[in-house]
């Protein structure tokens, strides 16, 4: 059933695009003719869905996949984020605040 309402808009847009280049040579009634056919094919697929990507994500818990927040997200950069939070990783001991070796050449 899809496919037969978007052939449907594809078959309306070209009938269209001849009937409005009626009084010009063939050449641009096929010019216009493929300009209504594009047209009916974005509107035919448009209201018959074909395209349409997967469903959408479900919310849990008011939290969205690819945030870091989930305990998915969480797994996902375990090795990344060494089992902490997104962004929450506490400061290397080994790395200075301001600088420096902390040896004798400071």
């Given at each position: ?41 974005a ?44 962004f ?19």
């Amino acid at each position: 059933m899809r496919k037969l309402v978007f052939i449907g808009f594809v078959v309306v847009g070209t009938l269209l695009g001849l009937v409005l280049a009626e009084n010009v040579s063939w050449g641009a009634r096929f010019v216009v003719m493929s300009f209504g056919a594009l047209a009916g094919a974005a509107v035919g697929g448009a209201f018959s869905g074909i395209g349409r990507r997967g469903r959408v994500p479900q919310l849990r818990d008011g939290a969205l996949r690819g945030l870091g927040t989930t305990s998915e997200d969480l797994m996902d950069n375990y090795w990344r984020d060494e089992g902490n939070p997104q962004f929450m990783k506490p400061p290397s001991p080994d790395k200075k605040e301001f600088g420096g070796s902390g040896g004798m050449t400071d």
